[in-house]
């Protein structure tokens, strides 16, 4: 929620106050209506191709943006706006260029603002669908898988950057964190496709990828938090490591405990709007307290969802908040894609080899780490190893949300940026199309056997 | 959407980007928490009177306010900040008092900004709840007291505020056009609870609140681009009334004839959020095409939103908008509240005997105008005329909307202001118990006559 205040340059002044007024309008209408329906456009697309509309909004947003046409450009890239854009908005405001770019610049952050709601919404609502009792259903083989999923990507990222690449400490860490989580989604729906949503391997990596969430969201409030202070001395780290623990901790205890007391609030309520405004005010306080004990606000909105994920009005919060999700977490993963300089990756151009080979490396070891936590878990009774792997694979949104707050705390350098675009791309693109073949190939298999 | 960059002052360079961001979370959470639970106190509070919650929610924002607790303050009133609010910030955050209080100040034009979505959100359901047809099945009786409902208290509003009063036109003609709207939501509440909304007087009333809705947001669109040019030529007026005029009746046509292609797009998209997607997209188009010729964004929104009524959709759509509504329009209704200075009306004080005056004026004439509107048609049946005239008193948030974009175009002084507050909570309070009053005692009559 980083919102620089800008000067306002002569530029402006010398505008009549009706004048900027309808500028500012015609700029800030045409900037999200070019964001939703682009974001549309890319989603059905590829709801078409089955495969996840998250990558569409992504695209649509690289489209648009830096790599793209330049449509939609953050100030702090300090790149140029579409020309014809410029020309075309100038016109029907009847304002000069330069002062188009100016308003186009100052209201950038709060569109960044409106993203964040988004943002905020999308990991409540995470946490609100985190079904934690499945998680204790399958036990102790999810939490193995999850935990081997979690540590083998991070420690693979993070230390292969470090030693192979020389990358940093901060970003390399921030670039494992962002390939631990496994977005739950993406695997439910090709699992429940195939029919097989409700077998033992479906069970435990949905369970795995509930934890994966939580442990992934845990050590990104760590991470985030660590950079702010740009020392890795170990006092700090176990406090926040502590700190973030204990916070989820804490939301699971009142998931299982304060769910009745939020029930009965909810019903004693009378005026309209008390689902989407008790649900705003639960994930708000547990924001405020995140942030004052030092923690992200994100970790704070997952807990607030976690903490109603017992609620017996669940479907109803999830009713309500799932619109707000779809119009602003879109802009969100647009503005994402809007910031990424695929050039960077351009094989054509010698001095960008080395950030390609990061790309593969971030690619690989995300894949590796997680078919590798396939294999973490003793079973009686035989289990595809495979398909629990390939399931854990996907990133999807997770990984997306973690690359944009690291974007938004300027911890990576662009081809780190790219590079971890490309790993989430990647996953999300490849886990649904091998699990599919696997799950086809064994499918007779599984239903002459059960 | 005015967002007017501020300069950022060497106090909020000299704290840590880290400290920076957390503090400006604080100040956005935390002030929100606030607006959002303290509307939903007075809100229940009201609904358990049986009046109508929207004047809870202003309510809550005069307590917040500057005639209040001073927690919510907009800068641009000068008013100083809760000193206690601002120790209590600056503790959690660790930052100096007066870099809070500057945190507070750039971080307001974005709490406007959220608050506008909410205006056009719910202008948009307004439109789209808005029952054309029935308005053309009660038809000419409809239509002429929706007429003398808008035009009586316009005339009285305005001619005696400038005759009696001497306030200048354009102040006036604001004033006069903030007495046009009628309440549907309340009228129709009361009406129903009573079992007289199938009645003839009832169905009058509906059609011509529906009419009046669409008469008064004209008035208000031609106003508002009007006092930008704060001149008052017969020329732009007509151009910009004509302009108005066509705009609507464009939309009541599209309603007609293109529902049925948005219904067919909506049906065609799979990515999930589309009902949600593709209302803003309709909203957005409508706002952009009204502000690039000339008229207000607000004229938009509610025509999206009646291009819209006639849609398969409606309910689905009214559902995916109203959390939106729920959430961001209680924003912009606080706000209108905490910039109320209801100290110009306090009677102890001789210098404001004068707007005291003119608030009581300003009601007398809202009132007046309304139930004279009663007698404004011609009917071969028996009907209860007070009962009509009743019935179209309520202003409720129709008047509070006029009100909010008043004061954002800077048009009112504070007494002006502060008397239409009252006229609008007066109307709105009035006419629930009045009718209650009325139906209550014909009630019986008008059962042994059927």
Not at 60 to 74: C, D, K, M, N, T
Not at 348 to 369: C, E, K, Q, S
Request: hydrophobic share 60%; proline share 5%; aromatic share 6%.
């Amino acid at each position: 929620m980083v919102l620089p205040p800008l000067p306002l340059p002569d530029l402006l002044l010398q505008l009549g106050a009706h004048q900027l007024e309808v500028a500012e309008t015609l700029v800030w209408v045409g900037r999200l209506l070019v964001i939703v329906v682009a974001a549309r456009l890319f989603a059905e697309l590829l709801v078409r191709l089955q495969l996840p509309t998250i990558l569409g909004e992504l695209l649509a947003g690289v489209l648009l943006g830096l790599s793209g046409l330049h449509w939609i450009v953050p100030p702090d890239t300090q790149a140029q706006l579409s020309s014809g854009l410029l020309q075309l908005l100038g016109s029907l405001a009847h304002v000069p260029l330069p002062a188009v770019q100016e308003i186009y610049n100052d209201t950038f952050p709060s569109l960044q603002l409106v993203a964040g709601l988004g943002l905020y919404a999308l990991l409540f609502l995470t946490g609100l669908e985190s079904e934690l009792d499945e998680l204790v259903a399958v036990g102790g083989q999810a939490i193995t898988v999850a935990v081997a999923g979690v540590l083998l990507p991070f420690a693979l990222g993070t230390f292969g950057l470090m030693a192979l690449f020389g990358v940093e400490p901060i970003p390399a860490i921030f670039a494992g964190a962002s390939m631990t989580a496994t977005s739950i989604g993406i695997t439910a729906s090709v699992f429940g496709e195939l029919k097989m949503l409700r077998s033992r391997e479906g069970q435990i990596v949905i369970g795995a990828a509930v934890l994966d969430d939580i442990l992934g969201i845990v050590i990104l409030a760590v991470v985030v938090s660590l950079s702010a202070g740009e020392s890795l001395s170990a006092g700090p780290i176990l406090r926040l490591v502590g700190a973030a623990v204990l916070f989820v901790v804490v939301a699971i205890g009142l998931s299982r405990t304060a769910a009745p007391a939020f029930d009965w609030l909810l019903d004693q309520l009378k005026a309209p709007g008390e689902v989407i405004v008790a649900s705003f005010v639960v994930l708000s306080l547990c924001c405020f307290a995140a942030t004052a004990i030092g923690l992200e606000a994100a970790l704070g909105a997952f807990a607030g969802g976690l903490i109603l994920s017992n609620s017996r009005h669940t479907k109803a919060i999830q009713e309500a908040v799932k619109p707000v999700v779809a119009l602003f977490a879109t802009i969100f993963f647009v503005l994402i894609g809007t910031g990424i300089d695929l050039s960077v990756l351009d094989p054509t151009d010698p001095a960008n080899r080395y950030g390609l080979v990061v790309a593969v490396f971030l690619l690989l070891a995300a894949i590796a780490g997680k078919i590798a936590s396939g294999w973490a878990f003793l079973s009686a009774q035989p289990t595809d190893r495979w398909l629990v792997g390939l399931g854990m694979v996907p990133r999807g949104e997770v990984g997306l949300i973690f690359l944009g707050l690291g974007t938004q705390a300027h911890l990576l350098s662009p081809s780190l940026e790219a590079a971890i675009v490309l790993m989430v791309i990647g996953t999300t693109f490849l886990a649904p199309v091998l699990l599919r073949l696997v799950l086809a190939g064994r499918g007779t298999l599984a239903e002459a056997s059960s």
